[in-house]
T-cell receptor, first 114, second 116 residues
Framework: KAGVTQTPRYLIKTRGQQVTLSCSPI?????VSWYQQTPGQGLQFLFE???????NKGNFPGRFSGRQFSNSRSEMNVSTLELGDSALYLC?????????????FGSGTRLTVV | DAKTTQPNSMESNEEEPVHLPCNHS???????IHWYRQLPSQGPEYVIH???SNVNNRMASLAIAEDRKSSTLILHRATLRDAAVYYC?????????????????FGQGTILTVHP
């Protein structure tokens, strides 16, 4: 079956712009999480959505937001981009957010802010 | 979230077994132990998870200490494709809206190098 699909794979944006990243989870998966990966901070949790509702949020400024649609597809948005937002953004999906299930990750979107 | 401690790096030879340790002395009774790995230029990949009993799947085995304060991920025959960063993660039981809900807390992991 198809894995987690993230689009676009690469993106270059200018400081101050906004960006929207897309994630299509595995069919049937209803929990979608987002992570930011940088060399300095490693993998950090951004937020998690289940049934179109944000259930948990990491320690990121309000410029980072997301949403989930009725088909479980998810988008994340970063407004007023800063140089420090350059990172690999990863989406992961699971049947549920239960601790007894693993998450499947996509290959990520590499965002470069110049 | 309870903390895990892993060695920064380990090395192995191809075709040999690899034992990747993880200490989690503050684990609670309901925390599950999860392992993920991340190959270069890819997103993390789920490997295995367990609660109390040892677990096996097609990728690896997970051995959990009787007191659950440590665990070991076992790759039975390492291949070059197993070279990756391996993360040991504790997942707490969480209700919707809780700070642990749907969240994986990644540490620095163990960089595994496999020699031909």
């Amino acid at each position: 079956k198809a894995g987690v699909t993230q689009t676009p794979r690469y993106l270059i944006k200018t400081r101050g712009q906004q960006v929207t990243l897309s994630c299509s989870p595995i069919s049937g998966h209803r929990s979608v999480s987002w992570y930011q990966q940088t060399p300095g901070q490693g993998l950090q949790f951004l937020f998690e959505y289940f049934s179109e509702t944000q259930r948990n949020k990491g320690n990121f400024p309000g410029r980072f937001s997301g949403r989930q649609f009725s088909n479980s597809r998810s988008e994340m948005n970063v407004s007023t981009l800063e140089l420090g937002d350059s990172a690999l953004y990863l989406c992961a999906s699971s049947l549920t957010a239960s601790q007894n299930y693993g998450y499947t990750f996509g290959s990520g979107t590499r965002l470069t802010v110049v | 979230d309870a903390k895990t401690t892993q060695p920064n790096s380990m090395e192995s030879n191809e075709e040999e077994p690899v034992h990747l340790p993880c200490n989690h002395s503050t684990i609670s009774g309901t925390d599950y132990i999860h392992w993920y790995r991340q190959l270069p230029s890819q997103g993390p990949e789920y490997v295995i998870h367990g609660l109390t009993s040892n677990v096996n799947n097609r990728m690896a085995s997970l051995a959990i200490a009787e007191d659950r304060k440590s665990s070991t991920l076992i790759l039975h025959r390492a291949t070059l494709r197993d070279a990756a960063v391996y993360y040991c993660i504790l997942r707490a039981r969480a209700n919707a809206g809780g700070t642990s809900y749907g969240k994986l807390t990644f540490g620095q992991g163990t960089i595994l190098t496999v020699h031909p």
